[in-house]
């Protein structure tokens, strides 16, 4: 029995040291070493070459390092009768919280648009916005969205949230289902998308939906680039039906050099970093999932492969 991590970037090490350190007596690999294929009975993994899940034939469980757990789904060579598991942290949940809300304050106070004009060297004030004056719209009250729209309320903002059962979070107008987004949408002024990308999901950020939101509003998407429409985001800026929108994830990462979004000026952009698995704090579940998976006890954090989030 032992754990392999499949991960493409540069925190292979990071990951394999970090689940080594907190437990010794553990087996760890990378998938980049030579290691026994057929020991390997759980695999922590973030955004793997696909393919690589097949050459483990004993795998009993599929990890993901991050909240979000769509490209595994969109590995078809993956093993797909085992169970998978994603993380569900504090720290993941408060660091999205806190890029949100850095996001709206610089949105109502114009800060991007000021950081243009210094480089442009045009001095020009701008009416802002108050807090209490924007509903934010959060698509999403799961872990990250539940978190978020309750912080938001403490900071005097209106939330309202829409997810796909119906929620109670105090001091949050709650929507569900697809009857009930309309009225979601067109009482939204900043919405904010925190689903998972799944075959119901993806494209969701389209014209239809976009339009339905009123005249100004801002959009921000931290949850994958699959959600959003480009060309109908691009349209509804230049018609100016949309003040504006922060994006954190892209179809392509990094984002192709020559992507319209690079130089648009109502698009702000952060490089898929809005919240990062800290191993300090995740690593434990994943051990934990470990010895479960050993001891035939039940796994935390499971994904719903029937749901796909
Ligand atoms: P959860 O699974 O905890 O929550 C998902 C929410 O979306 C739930 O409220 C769920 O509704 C709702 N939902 C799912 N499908 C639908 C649907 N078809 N219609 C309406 N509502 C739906 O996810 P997390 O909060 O942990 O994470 C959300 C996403 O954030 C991740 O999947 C990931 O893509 C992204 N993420 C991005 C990061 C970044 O740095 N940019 C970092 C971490 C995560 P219900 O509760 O009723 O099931
Ligand atoms: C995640 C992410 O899903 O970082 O955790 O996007």
Request: glycine content about 6%; some cysteine.
């Amino acid at each position: 029995m032992a754990i392999v991590v499949i991960r493409q970037d540069n925190k292979i090490d990071v990951w394999k040291n970090a689940l080594q350190k907190a437990d010794s007596s553990i087996k760890v690999y990378s998938y980049l070493e030579s290691h026994p294929k057929d020991e390997i009975t759980m695999a922590v993994i973030w955004k793997h070459p696909t393919g690589t899940l097949a050459n483990y034939p004993n795998l009993k469980c599929i990890a993901s390092a991050g909240a979000g757990v769509d490209y595994i789904f969109e590995d078809n060579t993956r093993p797909k009768n085992i169970p998978i598991t994603r993380i569900v942290d504090t720290f993941l949940a408060g660091d999205m919280s806190e890029h949100i809300l850095s996001v709206l304050l610089a949105y109502l106070k114009n800060l991007n648009i000021y950081k243009l004009d210094q480089v442009a060297h045009v001095w020009e004030p701008k009416s802002y916005l108050r807090i209490k004056d924007v509903t934010v719209g959060i698509l999403g009250l799961g872990e990250l969205g539940a978190l978020t729209a309750s912080d938001l309320t403490r900071f005097g903002f209106k939330v309202q949230g829409w997810s796909r059962s119906k929620k109670n979070i105090e001091g949050v107008r709650t929507f569900f289902g697809a009857d009930e987004q309309q009225e979601f949408l067109k009482t939204t002024n900043v919405l904010v998308c925190l689903l998972p990308l799944t075959t119901a999901t993806e494209g969701i950020l389209n014209k239809e939906l976009l339009s339905q939101l009123p005249k100004n509003a801002y959009v921000i998407n931290v949850a994958r680039g699959g959600h959003l429409v480009d060309e109908d985001l691009i349209d509804l800026l230049d018609s100016v039906h949309l003040s504006g929108a922060c994006l954190d994830v892209y179809h392509t990462e990094p984002l192709p050099k020559t992507h319209p979004f690079w130089d648009h000026k109502r698009v702000h952009m952060t490089p898929h970093y809005a919240s990062v698995s800290d191993t300090n704090s995740v690593i434990p579940q994943i051990i934990e999932n470990y010895k479960r998976l050993n001891s035939g006890e039940k796994l935390q954090n499971l994904v719903d492969s029937d749901k796909g989030y």
